[in-house]
């Protein structure tokens, strides 16, 4: 059985916030931060995180076969936004 303490903050004693293990490592390395420069290594730091993961998921799709060349130019060329229906007012 897995337990997971979670913190929680209440704000203006109408909502609770409840952050989960990550969140809260997240929260202890910001609190540390001195400076812009600090804020910016973070930044970065989280970025590459966040490209990393993207890129795994991503080499994950190509070697299953669920992504490729062609499927990237198909999708290219797709009209993928929402149609919009004008309405008369």
């Given amino acids: 059985m ?39 290594d973070l930044k970065r730091t989280l970025v590459k995180f966040m490209n990393d993961r993207l890129q795994r998921e991503m080499d994950k799709l190509w070697e299953s076969g669920e992504m490729s060349n062609e499927k990237l130019q198909k999708m290219q060329s797709e009209h993928l936004r929402t149609a919009y229906k004008l309405t008369d007012k």
């Avoid at 303490?5 to 990550?22: D, E, G, S």
């Fill in 2 to 40: 897995v337990i997971e303490k979670r913190l929680k903050i209440t704000i203006m004693a109408t909502q609770v916030l409840q952050f989960n293990q990550a969140q809260q490592a997240v929260l202890n390395v910001i609190s540390c931060l001195q400076s812009e420069q600090d804020l910016a």
